[in-house]
């Protein structure tokens, strides 16, 4: 499949309300791996380091993006 051989990103998108740009890319990554969102596509056949998974946190036009 072409999942299998290009790979396959996560993407968790958080709305900083409170906190730092930083607390909210920490804490999409950090749901990214506590809901294992990368399961399904392991179990598709794309191996754990053809996965890469990015948080991306926004508050107002301010926007970081941090991945694994």
């Known amino acids: 499949s072409g999942f299998a051989r290009h790979g396959s990103r996560i993407f968790e998108f958080k709305l900083v309300k409170s906190g730092t740009l930083d607390e909210g890319v920490k804490a999409a990554l950090a749901q990214i791996a506590e809901k294992r969102y990368s399961e399904d596509l392991q ?3 794309i191996s754990a380091d053809r996965i890469h998974a990015f948080g991306i946190a ?4 301010d926007v970081l993006v941090g991945g694994v």
């Open 43 to 45: 179990h598709r056949g």
């Open 58 to 61: 926004f508050s107002g036009k």
